[in-house]
């Protein structure tokens, strides 16, 4: 008996291009320039994006290629300061009569940039130009979204790497190896990472189909628009915050930090330039009280993604709490704030390995981290050791514009921040603030630049001001406690801050990283064994706390 022939059902073909070439990228923006809504492409395969690794880093190292490139995109940019940073919206650039100036915080008579606030008006643009390009953006199908990030990813990291850095370190005080893990490393494996858990979070499905039922999950964008927040002090987080929710979907309101406007403008070009067609990320400098009276009033407010101080996130969902009834759907609020980290010495520790991690942990970026130590609790029987090695290794410090490559650290990023430490000191010094005493540096200068020296204060007693409070700068303060009152001290630190982002806890004992690290599950986010408090890597440390410090909701994670 011959079976009667199959016909085929479907043809495979193997497709490849080069992830969102600018070509390809007009063709989309093109698309979206049409007043008619085009028709949703059909997504014909579940693909798998390219295999992900972290981004190399390079050293700049004496002599090194990099080094001479990073030198020479640094003299260009000083050369041509001033830049101008407009309001970009549906991809049209707006110059408005509210300027204000990003200056440079090591020598702040210098500007890097002007850029334009938007007004009230230009934000209800925004809005609307998004709300129109979303459906759109919302159906092309995935991998043309992930390519586009992908491609980005690829031009930051080649092709605009020196100046995406340059601008880092000028603008934001950065040294080159600051810069480079976040501006370049961090902010590439954002981008290629996310396509990789989006992939993860599209293939989570029902497993179970009853008798004649086939079940599956769709996950769309939010009903509405997304706005995102961002941070002056890691270039990285501001292209994290619009990159997530636009990958899934979303459409977004940008409002960068004054105080990094200038990388922010270049990371939104660089996406631009990548293919993201218009009106998906609208880029949207601005007094905050006037964007958020736009879009927190707004109906289709559907989501809100933040990294900045805590006492600004709290105002601001407040500020949604009270106009709940005025929306669509709960927006989603997810928010990294702020931080009172610590580190914690173990009897056992090893005190020197202690004293140098917390030296990098407390003035690498000049203490401007939200993950920065700045408490330590050390074991009275390590004390003269730790001690010493903290004074030794914190004299070897040098301090100065980023573009001497022999500085360690510059300076704060503004007058407000050096304002705010500055007081901190001078009560100190002068017998305000009891039970503390300035073991190393204290020293300030404004006349130039921001700068205070990487700072030790020591207390004697656990629940100090300095203790307490988070100063977001470069002064760390320590407190000797007894050796035999471990488990106490535990409690005591654990209860003294409102925060909960990251922790470092430093022992050989085995038995004591167990006790201490139970002792302080609920004290950090990020829990570090005997190494310092910072340096989480997408991939590897998803990172983000909770209580004071955030919704938790893990950076660098599917989450």
């Known amino acids: 008996m011959r079976l009667p022939q199959i016909l085929p059902t479907a043809r495979s073909v193997t497709l490849t291009r080069i992830a969102a070439s600018r070509i390809s990228g007009t063709i989309i923006a093109a698309r979206f320039q049409s007043t008619a809504a085009a028709p949703a492409v059909p997504q014909l395969g579940a693909f798998r994006v390219p295999d992900v690794v972290n981004e190399p880093m390079m050293s700049y190292a004496p002599g090194s290629t990099e080094r001479r490139k990073l030198q020479a995109a640094l003299a260009k940019m000083r050369a041509k300061m001033p830049f101008e940073v407009p309001v970009v919206i549906n991809g049209e650039k707006f110059f408005t009569k509210d300027i204000q100036k990003q200056s440079l915080p090591f020598d702040h008579k210098s500007t890097l940039a002007t850029f334009h606030n938007a007004s ?233 390995h202690a004293a140098i991690q917390t030296v990098r942990s407390s003035f690498e970026y000049n203490g401007q981290k939200c993950s920065a130590c700045s408490r330590v609790y050390v074991s009275d029987n390590l004390w003269e050791e730790y001690k010493a090695a903290l004074i030794s290794e914190i004299k070897k410090i040098k301090q100065g514009p980023v573009d001497d490559f022999t500085n360690f650290m510059s300076s704060v990023i503004n007058r407000p921040s050096f304002d705010k430490i500055k007081g901190y000191l001078d009560d100190i010094r002068n017998g305000k603030t009891p039970n503390s005493s300035i073991l190393i540096g204290g020293k300030y200068d404004d006349s130039v630049g921001y700068t205070i020296e990487p700072t030790v204060v020591l207390a004697t007693d656990p629940k100090a001001k300095t203790m307490v409070d988070e100063l977001f700068g470069p002064v760390v303060t320590v407190y000797v406690y007894p050796a035999d009152k471990y488990e106490e001290y535990l409690e005591i630190a654990d209860g003294t801050s409102a925060y909960g982002l990251t922790c470092a806890l430093f022992a050989q004992d085995r038995n004591a990283v167990v006790i201490g690290s139970n002792k302080l599950r609920n004290a950090a986010g990020n829990f570090y064994i005997n190494d310092k408090s910072t340096g989480a890597v997408v991939g590897q440390q998803a990172f983000g706390g909770s209580r004071a410090s955030g919704t938790n909701d893990k950076a660098g994670s599917s989450l």
């Open 120 to 352: 009230k008006d230009l934000v209800q643009k925004a809005i609307d130009g998004a709300l129109k390009a979303k459906p759109i953006w919302e159906a092309l199908p995935f991998n043309d979204r992930a390519a586009i990030f992908l491609k980005a990813a690829d031009l930051l990291t080649n092709k605009y790497r020196y100046h995406v850095l340059a601008a880092t370190m000028l603008g934001q005080g950065k040294n080159a190896w600051q810069a480079e893990i976040d501006a370049a490393a961090e902010l590439a494996d954002f981008w290629r990472f996310n396509t990789q858990y989006a992939t993860e979070i599209y293939a989570q499905q029902p497993t179970k189909n009853a008798a004649l039922t086939w079940n599956r999950m769709e996950y769309r964008a939010l009903e509405g628009f997304v706005v995102a927040y961002s941070p002056f002090n890691f270039t990285a987080i501001g292209g994290n915050l619009v990159g997530a929710p636009a990958l899934m979907g979303n459409v977004c309101i940008w409002k960068p930090s004054p105080t990094g406007i200038y990388s922010s403008y270049l990371v939104y070009e660089i996406l631009k330039e990548a293919g993201l067609p218009d009106g998906v990320i609208q880029f949207v400098p601005g007094d905050a009280v006037a964007v958020t009276d736009v879009t927190f009033e707004h109906p289709e407010f559907a989501g809100f993604h933040f990294t900045g101080s805590t006492q600004v996130f709290k105002h601001l969902w407040q500020k949604i709490g009270n106009n709940i009834n005025k929306y669509k759907s709960y927006p989603r609020i997810v928010g990294e704030t702020g931080g009172k980290n610590m580190h914690f010495l173990h009897k056992s520790a090893d005190a020197k």
